[in-house]
């Protein structure tokens, strides 16, 4: 198996998991800003993160040979979603990196 290929599945497989810690960590949360947001932004928002995880996970089990590019955008596309679960959790004290402060409690 190709490098490539090799590196094209593992990002495919960041992507897919980390669009769906998003949706769960989005949608189950009853603080959530997205309860406030009208039925067309909800719906947009939950059809592009559930069109991401698909096409990723399609991709991880195609399993193809990708041209360079393809590989490059879905490893920063990884990245980008990887980064938006931590930022999430950070932002709203789902997870806390700080280990003075007690969990889920306020700023103080």
């Known amino acids: ?6 590196i094209n599945g593992i990002a495919s497989l960041f992507i897919c998991a980390s669009t769906v810690i ?10 959530s800003p997205i309860h406030e947001y009208s039925l067309f932004e909800s719906w947009a928002i939950k059809l592009g993160l559930s069109g991401t995880a698909a ?12 041209p360079w590019s393809e590989v490059v ?4 596309l990884a990245f980008l979603f990887s980064w938006c679960v931590v930022f999430y959790r950070r932002h ?17």
């Open 22 to 31: 998003l949706i769960i960590d989005i949608y189950a949360t009853h603080s």
């Open 1 to 6: 198996m190709e490098i490539h290929v090799t």
């Open 92 to 108: 709203f004290k789902l997870l806390d990196f700080d280990e003075n402060k007690p969990q889920g409690g306020p700023d103080t």
């Open 73 to 76: 955008l879905n490893v920063g």
């Open 55 to 66: 096409g990723s996970l399609l991709n991880l089990f195609i399993s193809g040979s990708p």
